[in-house]
């Protein structure tokens, strides 16, 4: 009876080694020789529950990035809508932005004022394109004497200065993607004249332009003259060629102190013409 009691005691022993040989070996057979404990700590590693855990922060932090760039931003002075969109990082640049906003903004894009709210509807892109060149590098210098007022009655806009930035350089600060005008690098407080005789279309603040005057010439061109410091003129007072309309300065979006002159067909942004030839067609001598 002894002998036969331990080959009883040895039948189990050996039908578990071989099981647990077969089960390191099967998934099939180790799977019964599995204890409650070990199979509960073993599913979260592998479990579809266990992966769809994980996966919630991610996709919760996705929403967030996405709610923090639907947002609005609040017009500084100085900005303009090139600079918002490259620095907001704004999917489709100022265009979109534009689009966007073009209830506050209203129907020129350059005239967006401190203040305003903006929606920022895109999503976040690759950083912004590297940093535009400065509107006004050229260095200024003295040319020959001209005559302060041509003998069809037009005029330069400042006397003695060469043209610094010139018409249609293309660039990302500007909202059209190229220069509306040309630029006179001077000193804040220099004399700024009418081109020729008109009315004044308007004298006030224009947004990224800063302090700007319009006027309507004689032959239904319109001059317009940026980032004044001063205004000398008022809305419907007419002026004739020479006279003064304003000083120069740096207010609106600038790198530093100059007049933006433009030459248009209507007072509004967008409607611009090459001012240089438009002078010289008036008998003006211009670089």
Known sequence: MPAKGKHRRLKPRRLLRSMAV???????????????????????????????????????????????VVSTYTVKPG???????????????????????????????SLIRPGQKLTLGGTAVAAASSAATSQTSATTKTTAPKTATAATGYTLPVQGVAIGTRYRVAGSMWSSGYHTGIDFAVPTGTSLKAVGAGTVASAGW????????????????????????????????????GQQV??????????????????????????????????????????
Do not use: M
């Open 22 to 68: 077969v089960g390191t070996g099967g998934a099939a057979l180790a799977l019964p020789l599995l204890g409650a404990t070990d199979a509960h700590a073993a599913a979260p590693a592998a479990s579809v529950s266990g992966k769809a855990v994980s996966a919630a922060p991610v996709a919760a932090k996705k929403a967030a990035v996405k709610v923090a």
């Open 79 to 109: 900005d303009c809508l090139s600079r918002i969109a490259a620095d907001q990082h704004v999917a489709g640049g100022w265009k979109k932005l534009y689009q966007d906003n073009r209830a506050v903004i209203g129907s020129d894009p």
């Open 246 to 287: 304003g000083l120069s300065g740096a207010t609106g979006n600038v790198t530093g102190p100059h007049l933006h002159f433009e030459i248009r067909t209507t007072p509004n942004y967008g409607s611009d013409v090459d001012p240089v030839a438009y002078l010289r067609s008036h008998g003006v001598s211009i670089g």
């Open 206 to 241: 224009g947004g990224a332009y800063g302090n700007q005057v319009v006027v309507r010439l004689a032959d239904g061109y319109y001059a317009q003259y940026a980032h004044l410091s001063k205004l000398s003129v008022s809305a419907g007072q007419t002026v004739t060629a």
